[in-house]
């Protein structure tokens, strides 16, 4: 393992826009006398080359907020690394405004965002592509040594800090029958995340074991945005498809809602995602309070679908339910056969098996075959079966990578963390004070019954089944256990335990995109990534400072 003598005022893991808008925020104050000098800030970024939702940018998909929640617009409206400045600097300013609308495609906010990382890096902010960090350890009460893996050479490098930045982004969730085996279905089960990765070589195999041309059987899961967007490529895309006979390609979309809802994006309700809305929330004097904000709020992000894309959907089926009306009256087929779409509403999955096609289990010559799921509509609680050729899980992100890396380091004894209890744990506000009696009650109660069907939230991953209470099954028995809490500041920073000791652990270190139960549901989104950036920023410099520590020139 190599070692660096230099000692880092910063480090950031991950490169994505909420450390991408941290470098922007260094660059705009390298001029200040407390700057941190950009040479002693690195991230490390396990992707080969910057890249954001690669596998989602479907073409004509539009961003849902508009162009000035940027990277910095609402922190520094004068900095050069605003959207505006970016189509400056691409000559499309104009024709930007002329196209009348204030939501950029997927693909031009994905371009923009690695413009901006270009910049930063061009301005002298350092950042170690194709690296994975594998661990976080205490050098002493003032340095964090990062562990991480050169991916192409299995190097394995260390490096010294002051300020730690953990922008860890969401690891693909699945409902967990569908995890347990999505190892044995040959890429047949994939998450939405690498939807554009991975569709082409799904076909392709589907079409290499289907020498009869039977048309394909396919589940998306889920029923936010990403799972519309996805039946919606997916209807197109199987259009080209060939396969023998009069019956259609069959896209069924997997719901536990009774109906696919539209998104609140009204002015009103936008305004929990402004600045201020975080002060409100980290503001509120219990976790129930803030839990009640969440809850009543989670209908502008959670498991909903923008109205545009729902009115293109229900388009569809109703050309769908047009066609069937007017070959059962005439016989006449459409001319041009598609993909039929069917929604499966209040709809819960209990298991899920892969069947092998050729061959025995485990044998050389074994394929893939078939994906059975049992399945439960959750209100009558009547179980069917469904077989499937794939199924695309667009069930949202867990977000407990933190948890993992710092529980598992000798760091986790000053926040009081362990491997065993990552599951376990819940960010609170420096002066939360739990309500007792029935608000700590209906407190456990919300988190427990919540619909997290397309949650990006940090909570345990949903089973796609859901049942009621019975003798058997207790209330006590059906609420979590009791959880740990780590405290976490304003400016995002978790603060570690009361030291009995002298001894005290005196490195920083601060989480974005993680932090919904203390500052809101704009943790997870780019509305709040610029004025963030500028807050963690600004607490990085003053820790320095007030610590009288000599930054590297």
Not at 70 to 91: C, G, I, K, M, W
Not at 165 to 173: D, K, M, V, W
Request: with cysteine; net charge negative; glycine share 10%.
């Amino acid at each position: 393992m190599s070692a660096q003598e230099i000692i880092y005022d910063v480090i950031g893991l991950g490169f994505g826009p909420s450390n991408l808008a941290i470098a922007g925020a260094f660059v705009d104050g390298a001029g200040r006398p407390s700057a941190v000098p950009l040479s002693n800030i690195l991230f490390i970024e396990k992707q080969e080359g910057f890249g954001w939702h690669p596998g989602m940018l479907l073409p004509g998909a539009r961003m849902q907020i508009c162009f000035l929640k940027d990277l910095a617009t609402l922190r520094s409206p004068q900095s050069e690394f605003t959207f505006v400045s970016y189509l400056h600097s691409q000559n499309r300013l104009s024709d930007f405004i002329n196209r009348g609308s204030n939501f950029p495609t997927r693909t031009e906010y994905s371009d923009y965002l690695a413009w901006a990382a270009r910049l930063v890096q061009g301005k002298g902010v350092t950042v170690a592509y194709g690296e994975n960090v594998v661990g976080v350890s205490e050098k002493d009460a003032k340095t964090i040594e990062v562990q991480s893996v050169v991916l192409s050479t299995g190097e394995r490098v260390a490096r010294l800090t002051k300020n730690l930045i953990i922008s860890p982004g969401g690891e693909p969730r699945m409902p967990r029958p569908l995890e347990c085996i999505q190892g044995q279905g040959g890429g047949r089960i994939i998450h939405s995340s690498t939807y554009l990765m991975s569709v082409e070589a799904l076909l392709q195999s589907l079409q290499g074991q289907n020498s009869r041309g039977r048309p394909f059987r396919i589940a998306v899961v889920g029923s936010g945005q990403s799972a519309a967007e996805v039946i919606l490529e997916l209807h197109s895309r199987l259009r080209s498809v060939t396969r023998v006979g009069e019956d259609s390609h069959t896209l069924d979309m997997i719901i536990r809602k009774g109906s696919l809802k539209p998104s609140d994006d009204s002015p009103f309700s936008n305004e929990i995602f402004n600045p201020d809305g975080t002060d409100v929330v980290f503001g509120l004097q219990s976790s129930f309070a803030r839990r009640h904000i969440r809850k009543e709020y989670e209908n502008t992000n959670y498991g909903v679908v923008n109205p545009q894309t729902l009115e293109r959907l229900y388009e569809v089926l109703y050309e769908q339910k047009l066609n069937e009306g007017i070959y059962k009256r005439t016989g006449r087929l459409a001319p041009e056969e598609t993909p039929k779409v069917n929604i499966l509403p209040y709809s819960g999955i209990l298991s899920a098996d892969v069947h092998n096609t050729a061959g025995c289990q485990g044998s050389l010559n074994e394929q893939p075959g078939p994906i059975t799921m049992i399945m439960q509509h959750t209100l009558t609680h009547q179980v069917y079966q469904k077989v499937y050729d794939a199924v695309i899980c667009a069930t949202g992100y867990r977000r407990k990578h933190w948890l993992q890396l710092l529980a598992s380091s000798n760091i986790g004894k000053y926040f009081d963390l362990d491997p065993g209890a990552q599951e376990d744990v819940r960010l609170t506000v420096e002066t939360d004070l739990e309500e007792p009696g029935m608000a700590g009650l209906m407190f456990k109660l919300v988190d427990h019954i919540a619909d997290d069907e397309g949650n990006s939230g940090g909570g345990t991953p949903s089973t796609g089944f859901s049942t009621p209470i019975t003798p058997q099954s207790s209330v006590e028995d059906r609420f979590p256990k009791k959880q740990k809490t780590v405290h976490i500041s304003r400016a995002y920073r978790l603060l570690p335990k009361p030291q009995d000791s002298k001894e005290s652990f005196k490195a920083r270190i601060y989480v974005q995109g993680v932090a919904e139960e203390t500052h809101g549901l704009s943790d997870t989104l780019l509305s709040v990534v610029g004025v963030r950036a500028g807050e963690i920023v600004d607490d990085i410099c003053a820790g320095l400072n007030d610590a009288g520590t000599p930054k590297t020139p």
